[in-house]
């Protein structure tokens, strides 16, 4: 077997054209254009490197000749397969590597439908509360310095709302919100009237969503029960840690990822979230209705909030939002009630 490739002395750049053959006793020789012997080594004590891709492969002499072909057959036929022979075969594109990149994709989507729930689940419950009120604090300072501002609105509406706050608290078993804080802020155009809440039971109003609502009090408590039901559960912890999960158990499966699919995973880690958020606004819903209920206010007011979202923002739904359609929400919101 004469493999083709060329050879560069030891420490210089400049290569030669040579044929790499192997005889009876086991000795490697190169030889140059007219046939001659140029080198010699037993092939035991040549470093023969590892195939990789389609790249040349190197083959090094005892005094530092440098041969290299890109006859990979050739070479393996002529100084046998090397430790690396296995891997480079098993990452060569072939049909099974489809079905195994396909096996991968259905492995990822069956951890994220069942094994993922119950790893968010049992992580959600080793949270400790003093954890949850740092996460809270630290978010809003975040919010505060970027987006809000302290609240102007006057002393005696901020107790009123606080004290509707409290009366749909009532309704919850503590147990499900170990502490609550309800603040008022002040987020101008640019945030508008909004409110919400974080993991650690955090409920920001904005002031411009209690001048909004101030003349229905069904429709404030609505907004507040709605935030509370996030709180109790706990809708967004469980995000963070389905996306942090996600990531992880994709990367394990797919090792060292580079950015590109860095940045694929994370679109796509998006786009999965979308529908749990989804899910997670329809659940807040449901479960604000009973909270409303027992407090003596009236669910309607909710379906009455998402009708003023709707004509203020239009329907808002849709395969890429993170909330169902207004329209869709006032409609589920009424059939629960009756």
Do not use: C
Not at 64 to 92: K, M, N, Y
Not at 98 to 103: D, K, R, Y
Not at 186 to 199: E, H, I, R
Not at 223 to 246: C, F, M, P, Q, W
């Amino acid at each position: 077997m004469v493999v083709a490739g060329r050879a560069s002395p030891p420490g210089r750049s400049v290569s030669v054209p040579v044929t790499l053959s192997v005889d009876e006793g086991g000795m490697v020789h190169l030889r140059d254009v007219n046939d001659e012997i140029w080198r010699s080594a037993p092939v035991d004590d040549l470093r023969i490197d590892q195939p990789l891709a389609r790249l040349d492969r190197k083959v090094t002499f005892p005094d530092g000749v440098l041969f290299q072909t890109p006859d990979h057959v050739g070479l393996d036929a002529a100084l046998g397969r090397t430790r690396g022979h296995t891997l480079h075969g098993a990452e060569a594109f072939r049909p099974r590597l489809i079905a195994a990149i396909a096996a991968t994709i259905v492995g990822i989507g069956l951890i994220w439908r069942f094994a993922l729930p119950v790893l968010v689940a049992f992580a959600v419950w080793l949270t400790p509360d003093p954890m949850l009120r740092q996460m809270d604090a630290g978010t809003l300072l975040t919010l505060d310095r970027l987006l809000l501002n302290p609240s102007s609105l006057p002393a005696g509406r901020q107790a009123e709302i606080a004290d509707m706050h409290a009366a749909l608290l009532e309704q919850v078993d503590p147990r499900d919100v170990p502490s609550t804080t309800l603040l008022f802020r002040d987020a101008g155009k640019q945030v508008g009237p909004n409110a919400f809440a974080l993991p650690g039971g955090t409920v920001v109003v904005t002031d411009e969503l209690a001048r909004l609502l101030q003349d229905d009090p069904d429709e404030l408590a609505g907004v507040l029960a709605h935030e509370i039901s996030h709180v109790t559960e706990d809708h967004g912890l469980k995000a963070l840690y389905r996306s942090i999960a996600l990531y992880v158990v994709v990367s394990l499966m797919a090792g060292d990822t580079g950015p590109i699919l860095d940045e694929i995973l994370l679109e796509g880690n998006v786009l999965l979230s979308l529908r749990g958020s989804r899910d997670a606004e329809r659940e807040a819903d449901a479960r604000a209705i009973p909270i409303l209920q027992g407090a003596g206010y009236n669910p309607e007011g909710l379906a009455r909030f998402f009708d003023r979202l709707e004509t203020m923002m239009g329907d808002g739904g849709g395969w890429a939002s993170t909330h169902p359609g207004s329209g869709e929400r006032a409609a589920r919101i009424r059939n629960l009630a009756r």
